[in-house]
């Protein structure tokens, strides 16, 4: 595997990880774009657009590199109408950015660091540690690429969320690369050879059924007394959604056991490629 595979493979990788996380405050609003290598000499925020919301965090581990990702301003202020419980549709464009709406943007960026993290550990296959996000608003390029050099290879996530174009920007060291293009081979190795090994198959994973969703505010959220009724957006009749460790992986209907018991039957497995929608901690009614 080269560098490039690498560097895309993670990228891609990371790109799934963000996107459960803002699935979990705007289901549906999250488009994925270009994920591409950064070429020599080519800065690595020089597709960023601005005014944005910018959070970058560094690695603590003993090397350089880190993560950089801009979200616009309109995207923002739309992201944090959703977090609010809001319709982010019914964002007026061109108004500011309140100090309410960096602070709840500001607590979705540290999440999505938190996971692109997460997917990097995972690629390299060790744990990375990264130091507190750095959230602030840049209005210019300039200001956008102060602070931001690349120390080895850079690759690019872009995104749309609610329509509004968003950057993700991943710093990785030659040390990083090698290990991870050792990593992957080695992953790719195993899965010529034993597709499922007797290592993996005593590997537990968790494994839920998700009968479907409801959004609301917060206040409602704890204000619900016992015995509410909380609407799904499914049918009875709809199948249910599989997943194991945060990745869709087949669709089923309810079953009753003769004992009582809840059992599902598993309808369709769906390719291994779905992203990755959200973790079991997400904050809709399911």
């Known amino acids: 595997m080269t560098s490039e595979q690498a560097l895309l493979r993670l990228a891609a990788s990371t790109l799934d990880a963000i996107r459960g996380v803002l699935e979990t405050y705007a289901p549906g609003a999250v488009n994925p774009g270009a994920v591409g290598a950064v070429p020599a000499g080519v800065h690595p925020m020089a597709a960023a657009q601005t005014p944005a919301v910018m959070a970058d965090v560094g690695y603590v581990d003993g090397v350089t590199g880190g993560n950089v990702m801009v979200i616009g301003v309109e995207g923002a202020r739309r992201l944090a109408a959703a977090m609010m419980g809001g319709d982010p549709n019914d964002v007026i464009a061109g108004g500011e950015l309140s100090e309410l709406d960096f602070s709840a943007v500001g607590e979705a960026m540290n999440q999505m660091m938190s996971a692109a993290a997460m997917a990097t550990s995972a690629v390299l296959g060790d744990e990375v540690e990264i130091a507190p996000p750095n959230v602030r608003l840049v209005q210019s390029l300039a200001e956008a690429q102060d602070g931001v050099e690349q120390v080895g290879l850079a690759c690019t996530v872009e995104f749309t969320l609610c329509g509004a174009p968003c ?7 030659h040390a990083f690369i090698v290990r991870m293009t050792r990593a992957l081979d080695e992953h790719t190795e195993s899965y010529e050879t034993a597709p499922l090994s007797d290592a993996l198959r005593h590997v537990p994973v968790r494994v839920w059924a998700e009968l479907g969703r409801a959004q609301m505010p917060s206040g409602r959220v704890v204000g619900l007394p016992s015995g509410a009724l909380v609407e799904l957006d499914r049918e009875v009749e709809d199948p249910i959604d599989l997943y194991a460790d945060g990745m869709r992986f087949a669709t089923g209907r309810l079953q009753v056991c003769e004992d009582g018991t809840l059992a599902v039957r598993v309808v369709e497995i769906v390719e291994p490629t779905s ?8 904050k809709e009614v399911a």
């Open 275 to 282: 992203p990755l929608i959200h973790s079991p901690e997400y």
């Open 167 to 173: 950057l993700l920007v991943q710093l990785v060291p």
